[in-house]
């Protein structure tokens, strides 16, 4: 692993046990899982690459529009599914036809694959990437080298 990949994975394993709250970014307080990826990135370059407006649980929904995903690909490197590795950021389609809205970071790869995601209920834990899991995934991306 890189040091960089060790980063990543040791910023977003120190949020587990985070309570989940909804639209909250604050280690140790409370996250979402948007709020879990704006942590880590915040511990990795400083300033957030964005300002995120607020949004509701069902938000982009109504006009069936992508806005994370987008969000996604502006600031992270985009990958293949194949092409797995620990520190990657995975986006989650919940529901079949739904938008997808969910991240996490892959914390492990090979048989005991697992990823670091805040979960309604749960707050921030490290599941396992399971088939279930698996098969909800849209996109995978890697962080920047450096900020963009």
Known sequence: MTY?????????RGWIG????????????????LGLLRGVWR??????????????????EVRRDEQLW???????????LEDEAPGDVLLFRMRTGAVAKHLGIVGRIGAEAS??????RFGVIESALSRPWRRR???RFAFPEEAS
């Open 4 to 12: 960089q990949t060790d980063l990543i994975l040791s910023e977003a």
């Open 18 to 33: 985070t309570p989940y709250v909804h639209q909250s970014s604050v280690k140790g307080a409370g996250t979402d899982c």
């Open 43 to 60: 511990a990795l370059y400083g300033d957030e690459p964005e300002k995120v407006p607020a949004y509701s649980l069902d938000w982009s």
């Open 70 to 80: 987008a969000a996604a690909l502006r600031h992270l490197t985009p990958k293949t």
């Open 115 to 120: 990823f670091v995601h805040a979960y309604s």
């Open 137 to 139: 995934v849209v996109a």
